[in-house]
Every structure is written in C-alpha cells, then in structure tokens.
C-alpha cells in the first residue's frame, strides 16, 4: 500500500540549475496536483491535472512545468530554479473532482535553492 | 479567496475541548479537513458537502453551514496524537474542481 510516493526527498540546488520531481500514484487515481507549502501559508496549488495527459495550471504556476503522460505519474519540473522556489512540494491524488473526493497527498520533497 | 481560519493557534491541555473555524467569502460546494503533524504529508480526516452536513470521525466532527459559508471543526476530550496543524480545504461552488487551502491552525495538546 504505497499510496502516493514523492522523489526525491530533499534536494538542494543551485539558482539557475533545472530538475524534476516526480509523483507516482498506485491508488488508480485520476486527479492528481502539485502543491507548494510555505510557512504561514498553507497549501498553494501549481499545476493539477484531471486525467492521463491534460494538465491545467493554478494559483501558482509561474517557473514551473508539469507532465501527466501516464495515469499514474505526475512530474514538475523547475526549468531555471530561483530562491523564490525554496519550499515544501506535495503531490496529492483523488478519485474524482474535490467535491466529493479527499485528497491523498505523498510524503513532500523539501527543496532548497542557493 | 483562500478560506481564512481561526484561531491560528490553540494550545490545550489534554481532555480538553477545542473549535477549529473556517470561513469563506465565496460560496462553497464542499468543505475538507485535514491534519498534518510535523514534517508529514497532510492526513484527510472528513469532507462536508453543502446541505448543513455535520460528520462525524472519532472525537472529531465538523459541521458545515452554507448559509453562512462557514465551516466548524470539533475535537473533543482531546488526546496528545491530535497535536498537528490543521487545515480546511474549500471547493467554491461554480468553479472550478480543486481545493483551495487556508493557513492552517496549529493545535498543541499538553500533558
């Protein structure tokens, strides 16, 4: 019962460098999203996505990318990390829309930009 | 528009009783709670979908009144593993499908 894994779990990069984290799901879901949490703010939503291959952005989702390419996979990618991105990541999952379906979420990837 | 909670922070002795509010100036389709402890992944604990729905999960219940956009956490006779942060997640009616979440409330139950 793996539910939803996150890797890595820390990272620490260098302004500029690039990477990607990745979510995986063994649960059948098919809404998945990445969230960023930062002290006293609670869970802010990236990108999310409601079926293998669509993707849709939310309320953060500048300096990120994502790709659903299989159902059970979701990437973010930081294509030029800045500081600004120094947070908490977690990728969550459900079985339907949010209005009946709690959410899964992973462990989280803390990340560090120097 | 993110749902706004009270109080930001709660510390109770053991046994104790405690409220967890959070509230909307949005309509709201459906309510989540969760709980998160430190350094873990945020913990579903119960869902309220509109309809002045109160639910039930342990010594932890909530109420959700839609009249008012408002939605109450309750956890009674507390134990030391309620410790943790907790969070409402709020679906707005007529948009779209995911949740938007407040800052969290940070709960410490004591010995």
């Known amino acids: 019962n793996a539910g939803v894994t996150q890797t890595p779990k820390f990272r620490v990069l260098k302004t500029g460098q690039s990477m990607t984290l990745l979510c995986a799901q063994d649960?059948?879901?098919?809404?998945m999203y990445w969230y960023r949490q930062d002290p006293g703010m609670g869970l802010r939503l990236i990108h999310y996505s409601v079926g293998e291959g669509t993707t849709a952005k939310g309320e953060v989702p500048d300096g990120y990318n994502v790709s659903r390419l299989k159902k059970q996979n979701f990437l973010l990618g930081l294509e030029s990390a800045a500081p600004s991105q120094t947070s908490v990541y977690f990728c969550a999952s459900s079985d339907g829309t949010a209005g009946s379906y709690g959410y899964t979420f992973g462990s989280g990837t803390r990340l560090t930009v120097v | 528009q993110q749902p706004v909670q009270s109080p930001q922070a709660v510390i109770l002795r053991e046994g104790e009783d405690a409220v967890i509010n959070c509230s909307s100036s949005k309509a709201l389709y459906s309510v989540h709670w969760y709980r998160q402890k430190h350094g873990e992944a945020p913990v579903f604990l119960m869902i309220?979908?509109?309809?002045?729905e109160q639910k039930g999960h342990e010594k932890i219940s909530a109420s959700f009144n839609e009249k008012k956009q408002q939605s109450s956490l309750y956890l009674t006779a507390s134990q030391l593993s309620y410790s943790g942060t907790y969070f409402c997640g709020t679906r707005f009616s007529g948009s779209a499908r995911q949740l938007t979440f407040g800052s969290g409330t940070q709960l410490t139950v004591l010995p």
């Open positions: 649960m059948n879901h098919e809404y």
């Open positions: 309220l979908l509109k309809g002045g």
